[in-house]
């Protein structure tokens, strides 16, 4: 299920929509949505069926999944090639979607005793989920929430 996902970084966008929405999506509203080809929505679509991820209702296709949270396993649990996928697709996001929100600070700290606060930070991006929906509102829309912590240098 993880690779059908994967398969390319327009097949990722699509994923994410039908792992958040309970509606029922033809490929013309998926690429609609999305700014992608019909061809490409429908050749996700039809993959993520073959994976038991999607059921087909008609002429369109529903989620199975939708309102789940969706966590893919740990690091070392993935192909190396997957990872590299993963974030190239999460640097793309990142660099293509305007920013709604953002925070930053720098501190010098000892990185073992800064570990400490990798779980109160991993707690605030899941709490984001709160909030989620899968209907459709007025103002609803997909949102990349991430935290991270980089190591600048050693002194």
């Not at 993880?2 to 929509?17: H, Q, R």
């Not at 992608?36 to 199975?64: P, Q, T």
């Not at 999460?90 to 925070?103: A, C, I």
Request: aromatic share 12%; with cysteine.
């Amino acid at each position: 299920q993880i690779l059908a996902t994967v398969a390319s970084f327009e097949t990722y966008k699509c994923s994410f929509v039908m792992e958040t929405d309970s509606g029922l999506w033809t490929p013309e509203a998926l690429a609609k949505a999305l700014g992608i080809k019909k061809a490409v929505a429908e050749k996700a679509l039809k993959s993520f069926l073959k994976v038991g991820l999607v059921k087909a209702e008609g002429k369109g296709y529903r989620s199975k999944m939708a309102g789940q949270l969706v966590e893919y396993p740990s690091g070392p649990a993935f192909p190396r090639e997957v990872l590299a996928k993963l974030k190239g697709y999460y640097k793309r996001m990142e660099d293509e979607s305007p920013l709604e929100f953002g925070t930053a600070g720098m501190v010098r700290a000892d990185a073992d005793a800064l570990r400490g606060f990798y779980p109160i930070l991993k707690s605030s991006v899941e709490s984001s989920y709160a909030f989620a929906t899968t209907t459709k509102t007025k103002k609803s829309a997909g949102f990349f929430v991430l935290g991270r912590v980089h190591r600048l240098w050693n002194f």
